[in-house]
């Protein structure tokens, strides 16, 4: 049944979904359809940082990603797996006609502009890889700029982790081109050294029927701000995109996401889940969803869920639903912030759980649905370590009185 | 035999005014097969005592002592006095989200044998316990008390209480918020975690009814921060009938 029951336009921001800045929700001047898009940074004026797309970010810490100027450094990659995984570089121009999606933001269109060499990792149509392939990125100062495509063709199935280490401000775009009925699982991991800024933006292109899971997992550097733009290349797409962040003090960590329904009979879901803890920890989180008249039979929904475990820190979570046709199955989100507050933490230790514990059962708990998606055990259990070692690095004080 | 024994205890809590006395001089002893009802008006320090026994943050101790089996009750953390053997049953259980009941009551289990429950019979134990205090077994994937009812946050308490296996339990008016139905399995499961462990009980109610299942030895009346009179059960049906006029005139 559809859940609206005749064609409209909605723009709903959640009511309070900001609740712990600004009180009054945001009602976003233009359509998601309306914003730009382009390979060319001349085409994007130098933001302020009023606009939409960048008004929760600190614009003087983006470490000259906003500069259009050449790349200083690479990242020292490393890739293991399966043989099928074809590496390579190519020219830009090679790969007109790729669908490559344009840029949606200047820093993300300097990337573009300024890399002419991109590199390209493929999976040929047909093939299943067996086993994940492992990409850990390490970053040694200066700045970076890197275009990825990844192609993984019709009917191919891949799992791909990329995992980020060290230290640079990293301007990055990643083009995820699927074909039909490709299975793709790839999760993006950020343990940055403490002083890294990274501006990222994953472009993920659904093949016909093909299924995409995205997943992002950032918990280290100063400024991470990674936007994900999905959009499906025919119908019968499915995506998936969950993410975990640990914003700890002075972090600034956000996530945009947007996933265009374009074509007819796709589904969507995305669900995040945020802790922060100290002084000026900040994550921001931003999910737009754009159902388009074409895209009748959708079905989607979207959730940001923060834990607050300490004053001092601050979520932002701005859902926005588009709504052009009510001929869809189903559409919703959902935001929610809460505190990690004295009285639960009474009410654990009441039943003789010590302190500590009590706050590693709060995040953990809070953190394992979506751990538990990420298909690499040992990746598993490595981000459950990290997120309490980020929790004991804030020692609590015993209660007083 | 287990003894908790409450001396002189005198309670402050802070306000914007400055500290304000609440428990003025509670003296009771608790031992264990015993159960103690308190009876007495809205806000004359029930909470506050229960609380300041388990150890709640936002009450200070300015005088008296309690002890368990002679050990300074308060000296010990907060989880140090579950490990102890004191159970308190809140009378506004707290919400924990991102925390399962079961990945919660494992935890607190293990915390309190010190040592982790042996997985096969505790998964019985548990269904058990939930299906003997008329609680879905779906609770158990919920997050601890998110959402509940007035009254399946009880159950959820006295669950707890059945598990942990305590050796004196504080119960804030659990009756409160109940239908009859309700009542009479949340009052079996006292009584069955009483018979089990020999538990001894503070009973903190408004109302005689949950006394007709949880049969008081001793019922004390609580007026204006300290006990002003005691007796057996039928203390309570007399003040049911009177009310607390004759002591509130006197405090
Ligand atoms: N922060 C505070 N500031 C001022 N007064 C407080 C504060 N906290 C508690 N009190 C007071 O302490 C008194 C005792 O409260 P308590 O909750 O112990 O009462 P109670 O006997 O359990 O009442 P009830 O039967 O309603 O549950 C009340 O008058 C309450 O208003
Ligand atoms: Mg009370």
Known sequence: MPLLERSSRLITPLPGASAHSHGMPFVPDQSRAERRRS????????????????????????????DDAPSERSLEWEVTGPDALRVSRMERSALEGWGIPAPGDLAAAIVTSQAAAVTVLEVPAGVELTEPVRIRRTGSGGRTLSHVVLRVG??????????????????????????????????????????????????????????????????????????????????????????????DAGQHLEHRLFVDHEAPMCTSHVEYRGALQGDSARSVWVGDVLIRARAEGTLTYEINRNLVLTEGAQADSVPNLEIETGQIRGAGHASATGRFDDEQLFYLQARGIPEQEARRLVVRGFFADIIAKIP???????????????????AYAAPEK | MTVLEIRDLSVSVTTEDGPKEILRGVNLT??????????????????????????????????????????DVLAMSVDERARAGLFLAMQYPVEVPGVTVSNFLR????????????????????????????????FAERNVNEGFSGGEKKRHEVLQLELLRPKIALLDETDSGLDVDALRVVSEGVNRAKVANDMGILLITHYTRILRYIEPDHVHVFVDGRIVEQGGPELADELEANGYDRYLAQA
């Open chain 1, 39 to 66: 390979f060319q940074a001349a085409d994007f004026p130098r933001p302020s940082g009023r606009e939409e797309e960048w008004r929760f970010t600190p614009m003087n810490r983006l470490a000259g990603l906003l």
């Open chain 1, 154 to 247: 019709a009917q191919a199935r891949a799992t791909v982790v990329l995992e980020q280490h060290g230290d640079t401000a990293y301007g990055e775009v990643l083009s995820v081109l699927t074909g039909d009925g490709a299975d793709l699982t790839l999760v993006s991991v950020q343990e940055w050294d403490a002083t890294a800024v990274h501006v990222g933006e994953h472009d993920v292109v659904i093949g016909r029927d093909a299924t995409v899971r995205h997943i992002a997992v950032t918990l280290g550097g100063s400024l991470v701000r990674l936007s994900t733009n999905a959009s499906y290349a025919g119908p019968g797409g499915s995506f998936d995109a969950s993410g975990v962040y640990f914003a």
């Open chain 1, 376 to 394: 690499v055990a040992e990746i598993q259990g490595h981000l459950t370590q990290a997120v309490e070692r980020e929790l004991a690095r804030t």
């Open chain 2, 30 to 71: 608790v031992r264990s097969g015993e159960t103690h009802a308190i009876m007495g008006p809205n806000g004359s320090g029930k909470s506050t005592l229960a609380y300041s026994i388990a150890g709640h943050p936002k009450y200070q101790v300015t005088g008296g002592s309690v002890t368990l089996d002679g050990q």
């Open chain 2, 107 to 138: 935890t607190a289990k293990s915390a309190i044998d010190g040592q982790a429950p042996k997985l096969r019979t505790w998964v019985k134990d548990v269904r058990a316990a939930m299906d003997a205090l008329k609680m879905d077994p779906t």
